[in-house]
């Protein structure tokens, strides 16, 4: 889907959907330069193949984080896809969230996409285009109880990316949102159980949960030529779970 020589950065590639998805860019033959915060990406990028690499920052740190994103658009000749990955999870009673708790999810979630933005557009503006997928959920438009930081971080970046959407439109950059339903991965393991998968599944016509493949599947399309006129928009991938 014309995306062979591309260059792509992906937040929180080291596991989960965000390794899945530096696979499937890199497979269809982008450079990809993944961020984390674990010094495991390295590795985990130098296994996927010598069109990936690997650095290691903190997306709390703004200026750490500016750093790395114009060191891998330098490293890479330029950028196309910015894919904002990265997030964290957690579950507590609205009446019982510490707001240091809040504001930690906030950070995360929301503001370190803010600062992904703003460091790379420059390259996408002075390269002609390009494309910006945020990671956000399907919490974001129907949650459940003891996600309420969660779901408010993820509404946030709906809300986020589409004014980005009109902002950036002009310098033919689009900006859209994933909103992965269930998936089995290890960001929330913790908090669920096999009833609750179970429970999940079954709230699904096609009868099964979400694989990583299948989210990585979306931002590979919405980086394409394909998605070229689709903007400010929030994919659903649930599994007909919802539908609005």
Request: proline letters at 4%.
């Amino acid at each position: 889907m014309s995306l062979d020589g591309r260059a792509a950065i992906v937040t929180g590639g080291a596991q989960g959907i965000g390794l899945a998805i530096a696979r499937r860019l890199a497979a269809d033959g982008m450079a990809v330069t993944i961020l984390d915060r674990t010094p495991a990406v390295v590795d985990v990028a130098r296994a996927i193949g010598r069109s990936v690499a690997g650095k290691v920052v903190d997306l709390s740190d703004v200026a750490a984080t500016r750093q790395v994103v114009a060191e891998a658009i330098d490293d890479m000749g330029g950028l196309w896809l910015l894919v904002n990955n990265a997030g964290i999870f957690a579950k507590s009673p609205i009446l019982e969230i510490d707001p240091d708790e809040w504001d930690r999810m906030m950070e995360v979630n929301v503001r370190s996409m803010l600062v992904t933005i703003q460091a790379a557009t420059p390259a996408m503006t002075s390269g002609g285009g390009g494309r910006i997928v945020n990671q956000a959920s399907m919490a974001a438009k129907l949650g459940t109880p003891g996600e309420a930081h969660y779901a408010a971080s993820k509404a946030a970046v709906v809300a986020l990316s589409r004014i980005a959407s009109m902002e950036l439109g002009p310098d033919q950059i689009t900006v859209n949102n994933i909103c992965p339903g269930y998936v089995l991965t290890e960001l929330g393991a913790e908090t669920r159980d096999p009833a609750q998968v179970a429970e999940w599944t079954a709230k699904s016509p096609l009868g099964r949960l979400a694989c990583v493949e299948d989210v990585a599947s979306a931002v590979a399309f919405l980086a394409s030529e394909e998605a070229a006129y689709i903007t400010g928009e929030s994919l659903n991938i649930s599994g007909g779970m919802c539908s609005w």
